[in-house]
């Protein structure tokens, strides 16, 4: 089982020509966030889950004059549940998705598969010193085998190596 974790991105765009000075104009605008999945996950309770979110969440929180991120909710889903959003990349023909991010011995790693279905991740750790997030590592894999079975188990479009580029 996977843990989900969704969140709440919200804008100011009193910000946006804000000139620095006096208060910050509020203006905010809510927009989708983020599916963060956690592998693997072992639930025991509603509580340590909650505690287990809040360790992690500097990850992939953020709250100043700008933005905001927050969590919204969490769900236990089985790990090969696509959300509703990679289903709509699949099934659509741009050859690229998106894949949520993920949560990994303490890293946040960003997951995007291009038009020659290859796997690409960004490791990134918080550094309490920056009070942000710092890049870790990155890599690039072949994504082929597991693009096929999605389209197969989902009936998604089929994955197409080269897409005239």
Known sequence: MKLVIKTQLSENYGAHDWSGEGDVPQHWKEKPGSHIEVLDFKYADKETTDQYIESVQSLFTSDDDHYRESVLDWAIENDNKLSGFEKFQWKQDKGSVYLPK?????????RFVDHRQQLHESAFEFDKEANGLKPVSQSTSDYSE??????KKYGLRAPSSDLGM
């Open 102 to 110: 993920q949560i990994r011995d303490n890293t946040i790693v960003n």
């Open 146 to 151: 597991e693009a096929n079975r999605l389209h």
